[in-house]
């Protein structure tokens, strides 16, 4: 069975800091699509960044971008500068063949002013 | 603004009652999901549309729950007989193809009292 796994349930840094949010998946196919979704104290799920498997170049946006490692089935976030609105649950996602999302836990980032 | 809307936004009603909730995905994308989230967890899928067929039912979705999607375009989720168990933030997906970018609306809260 795929899966995802976030392995730091909360993080902290301060603000203008530098994060990265931690992220492996299990799975035996080969083109597949990953994610990172933002979801603050409003529920709102907000896609940050994406990325697809088969392009070795590591996605960005803006303030944050990803470290995917295919062979090592990796796919962490960096958030450059954080700000206090980065404050939020992080969720990573995995898109199969079958168009199946497959969530992780979530981290809670906490930004500190 | 993702461009997927839902409505109502919140809803509260009393157990046993029922409760239907709608979504509006992105005109130009043919496949929409339903997914369910309670505090502290991460979405648990329900069911996935492409164009009007309903392609996969999670066993999460009990005989109460029934979805449809229309014409492929707007989808309906109803509860009947809800239960206090039901009571949670009920999401809609959106993917856009190709490409698989997915955008969520900002789902409909659902309090059982």
């Known amino acids: 069975a795929q899966t995802v796994t976030q392995s730091q349930p909360e993080m902290s840094v301060q603000e203008a800091e530098t994060v990265t949010l931690s992220c492996t998946y299990d799975t035996s196919e080969s083109n597949y699509y990953l994610f990172w979704y933002k979801q603050p104290p409003s529920r709102q799920m907000i896609l940050v960044i994406r990325?697809?498997?088969?392009k070795q170049q590591n996605a960005t946006e803006n303030r944050f971008s990803v470290n995917f490692q295919k062979a090592a089935k990796s796919f962490s976030l960096k958030i450059s500068d954080s700000q206090l609105g980065d404050t939020a649950m992080y969720f990573c996602?995995?898109?199969?063949?079958?168009?199946?999302?497959?969530w992780g836990a979530g981290t809670k980032l906490i930004i500190k002013p | 603004d993702t461009g997927v809307s839902q409505d109502p936004r919140h809803k509260i009603t009393k157990r046993g009652q029922n409760v239907t909730f709608r979504c509006d995905p992105i005109s130009e994308h043919n496949r929409l999901y339903w997914y369910r989230q309670t505090l502290g967890q991460g979405p648990e899928f329900l069911t996935y549309f492409q164009n009007e067929a309903q392609l996969e039912k999670s066993r999460l979705l009990s005989d109460r729950f029934s979805a449809e999607r229309p014409k492929g375009s707007f989808s309906t989720l109803e509860i009947q007989r809800t239960e206090q168990g039901d009571s949670a933030m009920y999401l809609c997906a959106s993917p856009s193809t190709p490409g698989n970018t997915i955008y969520f609306g900002e789902g409909s809260w659902l309090t059982v009292v």
């Open positions: 996602a995995f898109l199969d063949s079958n168009y199946q999302l497959i």
């Open positions: 990325q697809e498997a088969y």
